[in-house]
């Protein structure tokens, strides 16, 4: 079992920046890859950035050069961390943030956070 807890959301204006921040706790030794998704109402929640265990990354079109995903330590026995530095933000960059560690060995499951707001006002 892994547990996931996102910190770092809150009320920002166009053009700040914030980080969020996520650890994973647990058997974390089996887990490939973290990443962040976001969700607003009345839409499907949608990939922002992810990272896996190697350092690859891959963003949505619409953050991409503007926001930055970083971890540490995925797959490992230690705390397994995850960052979305988030710059210029826009009013459309407004939704609640999860974060999601994804085990792609031994159960092949996908944990997630309970969600952070970022709401950015203009």
């Known amino acids: 079992q892994v547990h996931v807890v996102e910190s770092g959301g809150g009320f920002v204006q166009v053009g700040d920046s914030l980080r969020l921040s996520c650890a994973a706790s647990g058997d974390t030794s089996c887990l490939r890859a973290m990443g962040w998704y976001r969700q607003v109402p009345g839409k499907e929640r949608e990939l922002v950035a992810a990272?896996?265990?190697?350092?690859?990354?891959?963003?949505?079109?619409s953050v991409k050069g503007r926001f930055t995903i970083s971890g540490e330590n995925i797959g490992t026995n230690t705390k397994n961390t995850v960052d979305l530095q988030m710059n210029n933000l826009k009013p459309e960059d407004t939704a609640v943030y999860y974060c999601?560690?994804?085990?792609?060995?031994?159960?092949?499951?996908?944990?997630w956070g309970q969600g952070t707001q970022v709401t950015v006002s203009s």
């Open positions: 990272v896996t265990d190697g350092g690859s990354t891959v963003y949505a079109p």
């Open positions: 999601l560690a994804r085990d792609m060995v031994c159960h092949n499951q996908e944990y």
